[in-house]
């Protein structure tokens, strides 16, 4: 099963403030909302300047035409926790994002 994980910073007030995108996995297993992952026996996939972060999958989505589950990571931004690890590729442009969009509704 492809797996893409997606991560949204909001501020304080809950708006975006900006996102990252993660390899493409292939999982034998499809991740569950609250599911941490660890990369090894100590390392969170989370790191940032002031350490590491340990966020559970907020929300999932199957997209049937791309045949990929996105998991949905979220975190209140903070100067200096921006994501430093080498598996994340931050969003150019978070409102024209197709990985960010699998997760807004349509009013």
Request: hydrophobic share 40%; charged share 30%; with cysteine.
């Amino acid at each position: 099963m492809k797996i893409v994980f997606v991560v949204k910073t909001v501020d304080n007030k809950g708006e975006l403030v900006t996102g990252y995108v993660g390899q493409t996995l292939d999982m034998p297993f499809v991740p569950t909302v609250g599911m941490k992952f660890k990369m090894g026996i100590s390392t969170w996939l989370w790191e940032t300047d002031k350490g590491e972060l340990d966020l559970p999958v907020k929300e999932i989505v199957y997209n049937l035409d791309d045949e990929i589950v996105y998991c949905l990571f979220e975190y209140e931004f903070e100067r200096g926790k921006e994501l430093k690890h080498s598996f994340w590729k931050e969003v150019k442009n978070v409102y024209n994002s197709y990985e960010l969009m699998q997760f807004k509704s349509r009013q």
